[in-house]
């Protein structure tokens, strides 16, 4: 599994945790990962700490998770992103859009 | 029961034979039969046969070489079942070898006869299926292949490139891949006889990503035809792309525009990899991305960041798509922004930055994962360019005298902002080089002098006081809703004048009460310390002369251009 859902003990918080290359080919592993949880109003942390690469079609999955989450009154946020992954995000403005820690 | 199965029984002995034929008989199934091997294959070739029963000795052909050849001609998959005595592992060895799927030793078990023949056509049942799904694909496949073929045509049409060439300045290169991957460059030549530039990249891959293109290049031309300014195209671009786009798709893209009468370059990059201004000792400036890419989320003048930078003949822009830092080699690395730095900043003449990235990028990349997704622009500012055709700025009236005016109801000016629009208009009608933005403001001033002064009957001085700012747009707002009488009209009056350039003349005209403006200084602007007021001042200091007129609510602007 390349996409790992833990929903906190209280329950406000679904940690997504993408390992290895986030690109396409985990498309529905990951849009799964987080409409199986079927929480509202919880925060979504997409966890980087394992995820080597992130190509667009990362992005636009994460556009989704965005729409998704504000739906269901949650909001998303991108943490422990490695060097390489910050450079792409910030060159597509993704942290004019998401909350980066 | 009855069975339109058709069993070939291929036995020399006529005893076997008979044997055969009533267990075949007894299940139900249809059959013919055959002496030998060469009969077999000649029915075979002649009849539907479902599964074949083959002996193995037999005279002028024997059962392998039968069934090598049946297996070798016939298309649809059929069973063969060897019937032998020989019960040798090497002959039921060569019985597979030569194709048989199964085999029998006499004497024959009738019911594991029966149970193997069942089990053969269940299989070939499969087969039948999966060759039937094979070909429904393959059709589909074709079909897709041509849809593919056509699509190419199409974008290669829209992303012709007709400005290419060293006596532009001009250059580009899209790898057939990258097309297909949602890359795209289009150019267009503005109103300083320089050009504006969209480079841009959807995300995804095939056909799915390269459709968002044609209406992004439609708009693009159109609007830029027509000398609407960057930013406005941009905001018309990302308001379509919202619309049209699916969620996770977007358009990465970077917008250039070269202003040849002013030697300058404007630049918005919305997702790409950094851009670069070269000049003769390299690098001059790189323009990371500072907006949004398109069709994610909507933008207004204010959250579009423009780079604007003044540039000498000689020096050149550089832009590429992530296909080109993202090219791979055998070990999986990336070639990387600071490749593509060293490769510029080491260039020995700077008209060869293009080809040696293109080549660098080649020889980095691996057989595995060629560098085929190539996206790469540059753009040359020559003092002296030759366009292949000649100036045509505006469709329609190009050199004009022209009039229009407006009248705007409550209606109207409460859910309709109107000053883009004119503006959009006026530019559309006529070219007033680098003067957008003048009369942009100029009508903006006049407008909102009419609505908030004459219609509204605002006090700017409230904005004088501690919040009063925010107090002013509150009441403003609060107003702006309630007021149920009111118009105002804006008159437009474009004049040639003979001596090149031209005068256009705006008035606007409200409602309102009007007020007594004799004592009322239009010069008055330096002087003026509050921090209300500049309005009128500012319209006179960009025009020829400004004229409060009737009870003071009508004003005329003169602005004169060229």
Redesign the interface.
Known sequence: MSVNAVVSSDNNTVLLKVSGRFD?SIHNEFRNSYKDVGLKNVEYVIDMINTEYL???A???M??LK?YAEESGSNVVISNANQEILEIL?????D??FTIN | MEDNTLVLIVEDDVTNRLILRSIVKDVGYQFIEAENGQQAIELCLKHNVDIVLMDVMMPVMNGYQSAREIKSKSKPFIPIIFLTALADQDSLAKCIEAGGDDFLTKPYNHVLLRSKIESMLRIRMLYQQVEEQNKALNIHNARIEHEVEVAKNIFSNVLKHDFNGSDTGFRCLMSPVSIFNGDMIIAERNQTDGFDVLIGDFTGHGLSAAIGSLPVADIFYTMTHKGYSFVETIIEINNKLIKLLPTQMFMSSAFVSVDRLNSVVTIVNCGLPDLYLIGKDGIKQSFSSKVVPLGIMSLTHDNIKVDIEVIEFGDRIISATDGLIETTNKDGEMFGKNRMINVIETANNNDNIFDDLLAACNEFSSDEYPADDLTLFEIKHLENIVHKDKVVIVDGVNESEWALSYELDMESIRNFDVLPYMVQGITGLHTIPNGHSTVFTILSEMYSNALDHGILMLDSSIKNTPGGYIDYYQMKSERLAQQEEGSIKISLNHELKPDGGGRLTIRVDDSGEGYNYEDYNLDNMGGNKNTFGRGLALVNSLCESVKIMGKGNSIEAVYDWG
């Open positions: 396409f190509d667009s079609s992005l636009g999955m556009l989704l729409e910030k060159i597509a403005s993704f004019k859009i």
